[in-house]
């Protein structure tokens, strides 16, 4: 072989080695506990186009919906271990991780979504996500479940007494069960997969959920009545591996950031759509809906469990949340 074909094989060979590498391509794990047409199928799909245009096809996504890598505690333990890349999840199991996120979980401590959403993008929400980092985790973006509704197969719910002793599914979160026990509810933790399934067999009452997963998972198909108590506001967060984040140029960061606030506007906008047309559908469906509650009977149940709360959040740190117009 001549001088002049070696070096023609060499030139060939680092040209195609530089296109391999300039078309690397990295598939990212982004799995979520509701179906792909849902609030969260939603937000990640934003998040995953974005990054893909931002990095000209260098990371993509492949989506897990339906609980496919289990529950979100499951997915959360997976995204700190680093055998999962990515997850869209609510803060209901979250605070077993990262303490500091239960705060959010207090009955009744927003007025309503603007409230909600100004505290969780300003500085009491940015802080929370950068108190992730510590405990293994990179918090992206704060996105949304929504507000909390009660169903049940057993009567309507007017006010709190009517909750009382009915055994209703809640997440894995201290917070939510001390607040629920306040109305009487025995509260039964339970992962979200298991749900639908029980609801079916009548292991459980009922549940509470934001309207959108209520639509998503049909849960009108093994539950009778709907009351629009509006009792825990419902954060989301995305989630990215430590591991990921630590490989990612300062570019592809700012991408990724970028990525995943478009995500959070994308998914609260469905949560708007779905509260404002999922009502309606819900009652086609055949559910009876407690549409005017008495949210006042719920507000005083819950008081004795703010000494609680205050004794373990601080009485400033939750009054700074409710100050915040």
Not at 46 to 75: V, W
Not at 77 to 95: H, Y
Not at 222 to 234: D, E, I, R
Request: net charge positive; charged share 20%.
């Amino acid at each position: 072989m001549t001088s002049r074909s070696t070096f023609r094989l060499a030139t060939l060979a680092t040209l195609m080695a530089l296109a391999g590498s300039a078309g690397a391509q990295t598939i990212l794990k982004i799995g979520y506990t509701p179906p792909k047409d849902s609030h969260y199928g939603v937000g990640a799909t934003t998040f995953c186009d974005e990054i893909e245009k931002g990095t000209q096809d260098r990371y993509k996504c492949q989506h897990y919906p339906n609980s496919a890598l289990g529950g979100e505690r499951e997915m959360i333990e997976s995204v700190q271990l680093g055998t999962q890349d990515l997850v869209n999840t609510s803060t209901g199991p979250l605070g077993n991780f990262v303490a500091e996120t239960r705060v959010v979980d207090i009955p009744f401590l927003f007025r309503d979504y603007d409230h909600a959403r100004k505290v969780m993008d300003g500085p009491i929400g940015q802080e929370l996500l950068k108190k992730m980092q510590a405990k293994g985790l990179m918090g992206l973006a704060w996105t949304e479940n929504g507000f909390r509704h009660m169903t049940n197969n057993k009567r309507a719910i007017l006010q709190a007494s009517d909750a009382s002793g009915l055994k209703i599914r809640t997440m894995e979160n201290k917070v939510h069960m001390d607040g629920y026990r306040t109305f009487g509810l025995l509260p039964t933790p339970m992962a979200f997969p298991e749900l639908f399934t029980a609801l079916q067999q009548g292991t459980v009452d009922g549940q509470e959920n934001p309207i959108p997963v209520i639509l998503s998972s049909k849960f009108s198909q093994v539950q009778k009545y709907l009351s629009l108590t509006g009792h825990v506001y419902s954060p989301a967060v995305l989630i990215l591996s430590p591991t990921v984040w630590g490989k990612l140029s300062e570019a592809d960061r700012k991408v990724f950031l970028a990525a995943a606030q478009k995500a959070a506007v994308a998914q609260r906008k469905r949560v708007n759509d779905d509260e404002a047309n999922g009502i309606a559908q819900l009652k086609k469906d055949g559910m009876q809906v407690v549409e005017k509650v008495d949210g006042e009977s719920f507000r005083k149940a819950v008081i004795p469990a703010y000494a609680n709360f205050a004794k373990e959040f601080g009485a400033e740190r939750i009054a700074a949340i409710q100050a915040v117009k």
